[in-house]
């Protein structure tokens, strides 16, 4: 007994001494350190991924294992005209809205460039469309856009712009860009203040000396501002593109993918598939459709900003 | 007088026409919370101002549904979220930024490309694994998953505040003997305070925010966070409870709101920097 004891005794700070040790070796408390995040990533992040590629193969139900089936799924869902539709819708409202995005973010950058009181207070007000939870954001959309009770129909009327409420919703053209006008109201603060950090590092002497040379405004913001923000930009326009193209809940509560499946996105359409219809494999699929054009965004962004190092 | 005419077509006239864009919704959700049905419903009535301002939805909204259960299940959640994204981000962020391990750059871009896998391609095998995992409709569910969009975004602000501190104060404290687990303790932890409250607030309002795995993962009442309980429950078939459902909109954005305009400065600087990268 007693010998064990010594023995342990000896062992223990020794084991101690070596784990401290070995707590000193930057390699070892590396891994360490790492170690929660990357296995919260890997089991939740890695490998779902790559069990939804294989789910997309198989005829997985919720709640059970599926059996391979090959590209059944993509198959036939090459052969359905409401995907194709999704697929349109997809790229009209990424297309569009990013677009738009851009033009009007760097528009009230611009103007939220330059000297004047309350300067703080506005900033924190453009923010507030991001800051708010979309859903609830989405929810008053909705209310917004009713066809009977919506303000925005009222005031045209009264202004005398049209003679009879629009139905927002209820239309096919007219949802897709209600939607998008959704979108782009949550998503200009992003570029905004995103890219008034990159303004605010720009030289003012640069724009002094232009005036003198007789430039323009508009001669200076595209000789001189733009080409300084390129790096931001590009950043801000690739993350809002992820972003817009994997959009799921502004779509999903103001129109649920509807007119009759006329605003489906990605994103909803698999939803509606997968925890609606059940059907986890084939709206592994769809989602797996958007893979291609994420990754080509992340290998654009990679390469660009290789470039500007 | 040139001089401000100019100013006014240049900078007061957008000016006011975005704030009126951007505020607009916000105007139009208080609008309704405060009018009665009878009014919200009359089509004669100039449906921009309250006539007869009442708290009757307010009031329906905490008697009739269990709105603050939701709030709870949220708060509960984002916190849980937070601290766990957090505690994880810190650790990973000074060990790919100061302690220079052999995969350190890789192991760095790949968390960072996590960043760019959206929740949209996750959610159905992730219901899979849940399924698997017997945490349907239970808030530990989220409260795991979360995570996975939190973490790299944090880390890759973290690492930015690392980068910020000089490496020499770490070299003095090691010179006099410090551990390493010492000098992260009482050198960068307290140093990179200001990160941290960026972090944590991106984490807190995230969570908050989040929508698809909310809905995808939990399907009862009793367990669902604020935003899900909103949009399924307030709506049943064609009966829209619209004035309640702008009181819940407008009051469950009310927490993140005071977060966020406490700690607006850390909030940009937080945005910007992590852009900047």
């Known amino acids: 007994m007693d010998a064990v004891a010594t023995v342990e005794q000896e062992i223990r700070p020794t084991l101690r001494r070596r784990f401290s040790a070995a707590l000193e070796n930057p390699t070892f408390l590396g891994f360490l350190f790492v170690a929660p995040a990357e296995l919260l990533l890997l089991i939740f992040l890695a490998y779902p991924l790559l069990l939804g590629l294989w789910l997309g193969l198989t005829d997985t139900i919720v709640g059970r294992d599926g059996n391979f089936i090959g590209f059944q799924n993509y198959i036939s869902l090459v052969h359905d005209s409401t995907f194709w539709l999704t697929v349109f819708n997809t790229f009209l409202y990424t297309v569009v809205a990013v677009f738009v995005k851009l033009v009007l973010g760097v528009g009230l950058a611009v103007v939220l460039n330059r000297d004047f009181k309350g300067k703080g207070l506005m900033r924190a007000i453009v923010l507030l469309p991001w800051i708010i939870p979309t859903a609830l954001s989405a929810i008053c959309f ?5 066809s009977t009770f919506s303000g925005i129909s009222w005031t045209l009327i009264k202004l005398g712009f049209i003679d009879h409420r629009i ?8 949802a897709r860009f209600s939607l998008i006008v959704a979108n782009v109201w949550r998503g200009i603060p992003f570029f905004t203040i995103g890219l008034l950090a990159g303004l605010q590092t720009i030289d003012p002497d640069l724009y002094e000396a232009a005036e003198i040379d007789g430039a323009g405004s508009w001669a200076r913001f595209r000789k001189i501002t733009l080409p300084l923000l390129m790096p931001l930009l590009t950043v801000v326009t690739v993350f809002s593109t992820i972003w817009t193209f994997a959009d799921f809940q502004l779509v999903w509560v103001i129109t ?6 006329a605003t489906h996105i990605f994103g909803t359409l698999s939803f509606q598939r997968a925890m609606s219809g059940g059907h986890f494999g084939e709206g592994a699929a769809i989602s797996n459709f958007m893979l291609p054009i994420l ?7 990679f390469v660009f900003l290789r470039k500007e190092d | ?9 240049k900078f007061y006239m957008p000016l006011v026409l975005y704030l009126v864009f951007l505020l607009f919704p916000f105007y139009w959700m208080a609008n309704t919370v405060f009018k009665s049905d009878i009014e919200l419903y009359d089509l004669e009535l100039n449906p921009l101002y309250i006539h007869n301002p009442t708290f009757d939805n307010v009031v329906h909204l905490f008697t009739q549904t269990i709105f603050l259960k939701w709030m709870w299940n949220t708060f509960f959640v984002a916190i849980l979220a937070t601290i766990i994204s957090l505690a994880a981000s810190l650790l990973a962020a000074y060990a790919i930024q100061r302690l220079q391990f052999k995969t350190s750059g890789p192991t760095g871009v790949a968390i960072f490309l996590g960043y760019l896998v959206p929740q949209t391609i996750l959610f159905i095998p992730l219901a899979h694994i849940i399924f698997k995992l017997r945490l349907w409709d239970s808030l530990w569910s989220l409260v795991l998953t979360y995570p996975t969009f939190l973490i790299p975004f944090c880390t890759w602000l973290l690492m930015g505040y690392f980068k910020s501190i000089p490496k020499e104060m770490e070299e ?4 006099d003997g410090t551990s390493r687990i010492n000098i992260f303790r009482k050198i960068i932890l307290p140093l990179c305070l200001p990160g941290i409250l960026s972090a944590g607030i991106f984490c807190f309002t995230l969570s908050w925010n989040e929508f698809i795995y909310a809905l995808a993962f939990i399907s009862a009442t009793t367990s669902k966070t604020v935003p899900i309980g909103l949009v399924t ?7 829209y409870h619209w004035g309640p459902l702008m009181a819940g909109a407008l009051c469950a954005s009310v927490p993140v709101a005071l977060v966020y305009s406490f700690f607006v400065e850390h909030y940009v600087a937080g945005m910007t920097g992590a852009l900047k990268e």
């Open chain 1, 142 to 146: 909705w209310w917004l856009y009713d």
């Open chain 1, 167 to 174: 139905n927002f919703l209820g239309d096919a053209w007219n």
């Open chain 1, 256 to 261: 649920r993918g509807g007119p009759g499946g």
């Open chain 1, 295 to 301: 990754v080509a965004c992340v290998f654009i962004a």
């Open chain 2, 1 to 9: 007088m040139e001089r401000f005419g100019s100013k006014v077509i």
């Open chain 2, 172 to 175: 003095c404290a090691m010179i």
């Open chain 2, 233 to 239: 429950e307030l709506v049943r078939g064609d009966v």
